[in-house]
């Protein structure tokens, strides 16, 4: 709405995001406690965040963001391992109360003399970066804000609205209920590549608020290697990147065919539960590969694909342990609107046969539980236009096309028409 200084030491800007959708009564045989609510229904979400930040010198800044949300999902964002909305909050019991979302201390150190222009973010102050330049971060943040960005899907304020579109669902990343977490980072920017990599605090249990401190009890470490360059440069004048991912994570997860062993033998509660099993470490770890190819500068091209071991448990992100994506976005530069987003995309989500055979026992994610499975992949279809209407204020309309809900062919398909508000300041 207002104009923000270039040269300034002090950042302070804000923005808020209203989410309403909708869906249509679908098949469904049967239903159990996780699933997704076959009957008609609606809900709205909001994301309030204040963003603040002091550069105190050209090498150091700390950062500080406040954040309020509101609102619900549909059936309260269980149900779908690609969830519609990925501005829900997973926990609709927590606190309405505004929270620190993220407080970083972001520390520059010179590689060399050469430096380059920077695009100012409430993520990054400096109007100049050296080119080659290591990044240090630490404090609260969220890890999705740095690895398995994309210029085209990564956003649910102006992109795509799904989990599992705007994020790699495979990637397990370390956070709490609403997405953050306690880390640090290291960043090496070169050229045309940068690495970086993160160890940060996982939840004591899945999807849970609270951060397990002791690292040797739990704990993730996530790299990174992204590189820019050019495929055809005859053909494709722009320059594309590609970034590869991986991470491992040590929690109290559990093991889905361990779990379902024991049920077996003793049948000591009437499903197999993941989480009865001692205070334990165990591992999780897998990869996803990230490509974004511009072909002008209003419409460019994108692909995900992720892997993890999905012999253990589900525990912060999305239950997803395989994943392959692939869409088209840009801007309406080509009909005269630079400014308005656009976007389409197909993702196809799996998960392993152990997981499976969990879910088909009876047994609960911290998403999906139909009481019964019948696999089959979740194979999601999203489209959306964003229109800038005024300065800060961007409407938009988005439509979602998901087969095979929380891996189950026996329900479905669902349709979600969505609308979204999207003002800043």
């Known amino acids: 709405m207002f104009p923000h200084p270039e040269w300034g030491r002090v950042w302070l800007s804000g923005q808020a995001n209203w989410i309403s959708q909708y869906h249509p009564s679908f098949h469904s045989p049967y239903q159990g406690t996780n699933s997704l609510t076959p009957q008609a229904q609606g809900a709205t979400s909001r994301v309030l965040t204040l963003f603040t930040g002091l550069r105190v010198t050209d090498r150091t800044e700390f950062l500080c963001d406040v954040q309020e949300t509101g609102g619900s999902g549909l059936s309260q964002a269980l149900g779908a391992a690609g969830f519609f909305n990925l501005d829900v909050v997973r926990n609709p019991s927590l606190s309405k109360a505004p929270y620190i979302a993220r407080l970083m201390w972001h520390q520059i150190i010179p590689l060399s003399r050469k430096r380059i222009v920077a695009e100012r973010s409430p993520f ?102 992204e590189l820019h360059g050019h495929v055809y440069k005859k053909v494709l004048k722009q320059e594309g990147t590609v970034r590869i991912l991986s991470f491992v994570n040590h929690a109290n997860m559990g093991d889905y065919q361990q ?137 938009a309309f988005d439509l979602q096309y998901m087969v095979n809900p929380g891996y189950n062919q026996v329900r479905g398909p669902v349709i979600v028409p969505s609308l979204r508000l999207h003002l800043e300041f």
Request: glycine share 12%; no cysteine.
């Open 259 to 395: 779990q379902i062993n024991e049920w077996l033998q003793n049948h000591n509660t009437p499903v197999p539960v993941i989480s009865d099993h001692p205070l334990q470490t165990t591992v999780k770890y897998g990869f996803g590969v990230n490509v974004e190819q511009p072909f002008t500068n209003w419409l460019g091209a994108f692909a995900r694909w992720g892997w993890n071991e999905g012999q253990h448990e589900s525990f912060a992100y999305t239950e997803v342990d395989q994943t392959w994506e692939v869409g088209v976005g840009g801007n309406g530069g080509r009909w005269g609107r630079p400014a308005d987003h656009m976007g389409f995309a197909f993702v196809s989500n799996g998960i392993s046969h152990d997981h499976a055979l969990y879910l088909g026992y009876g047994g609960l994610g911290f998403l999906l539980g139909d009481g019964r499975l019948s696999y089959g992949r979740e194979n999601i279809i999203e489209t959306y236009y964003t229109l800038h209407v005024w300065r800060g204020i961007y409407p």
């Open 124 to 225: 990054s102050l400096f109007p100049e970066l050296p080119e080659r330049r290591l990044e240090l971060r630490f404090g609260k943040m969220s890890l999705a804000d740095f690895f398995d960005v994309n210029s085209y899907g990564s956003d649910s304020n102006f992109q795509f609205m799904n989990w599992t579109v705007d994020n790699n669902g495979a990637y397990d990343y370390a956070a709490d209920t609403r997405g953050f977490t306690y880390a640090a980072m290291l960043e090496y920017h070169d050229h045309n590549y940068i690495v970086r990599f993160a160890e940060a605090l996982m939840p004591k249990i899945a999807n849970g608020i609270n951060l397990e401190g002791n690292l040797s009890l739990a704990r993730s470490e996530n790299v990174e290697f």
